[in-house]
């Protein structure tokens, strides 16, 4: 393998050992190329061809950042699809209220959230199970396994609820 250095930078070449150049020669792999990229791998810029363009660390970014924004878009079609599956609407809590000042959310012990999803996973129960079992909604559930119960509004007689179901202590 010859070693070209361009600059201050290193250019490794498996292409021919007489010093000629890479002419059609990919930079990264060796492999003859009548039409080769310039792409930046690595740090280094390098002549590549059809098979080694995908090392581009240009390509890479525009990717993961395509894949970053699918995922996003994917998280907000499910959430939207769980609220219209449960009807989209806030009539439970405008027939039943949510006075969250008669129902204070107590303090609750550190880790709560795995706490409550172990023994909810430990009763064999998903969290549909559950939300159909104590009549409250998938959402306040979520909220309190990912640990953020105060955040979403839940109300201290669903801790209560849950650790009576679960036999678990949630509040401190």
Same mark, same amino acid.
């Given at each position: 393998m010859s070693v070209l250095r361009i600059g201050h930078m290193a250019k490794y070449?498996? +292409? &021919?050992?007489?010093?000629? +150049? $890479? #002419?059609?020669?990919?930079e990264l792999?060796?492999?003859?190329?009548?039409s080769l990229k310039t792409a930046s791998i690595a740090g !280094?810029?390098?002549?590549?061809?059809?098979?080694?363009?995908?090392?581009?660390d240009a390509e890479k970014k525009r990717d993961g950042q395509s894949?970053?924004?699918?995922?996003?878009?994917?998280? !907000? @079609?499910?959430? !939207?699809?769980? /609220? &219209?599956?449960q009807g989209g609407d806030s009539s439970r809590w405008e027939r039943e209220g949510t006075n969250y000042a008669d129902d204070p959310l107590p303090y609750l012990v550190?880790?709560?959230? $795995? @706490?409550? @999803?172990? #023994?909810? /996973? &430990?009763?064999?129960? /998903?969290i549909h199970e559950l939300a159909e079992s104590l &009549?409250?909604?998938?959402e306040q559930l979520?909220?309190?396994? /990912?640990?953020?119960? #105060? @955040? !979403?509004?839940v109300g201290g007689s669903l801790i209560a609820d849950i650790e009576s179901d679960l036999g678990i202590e949630l509040a401190e």
């Open positions: 070449s498996t +292409g &021919d050992s007489t010093g000629g +150049g $890479d #002419a059609g020669s990919c792999c060796g492999a003859s190329s009548g !280094a810029t390098l002549k590549v061809c059809a098979s080694c363009a995908p090392h581009d894949k970053e924004s699918d995922r996003k878009k994917r998280a !907000a @079609r499910k959430v !939207a699809e769980l /609220q &219209d599956a550190s880790g709560y959230g $795995d @706490r409550f @999803r172990e #023994a909810r /996973q &430990d009763a064999g129960l /998903q &009549d409250v909604p998938e979520m909220a309190v396994e /990912q640990g953020r119960a #105060a @955040r !979403a509004g």
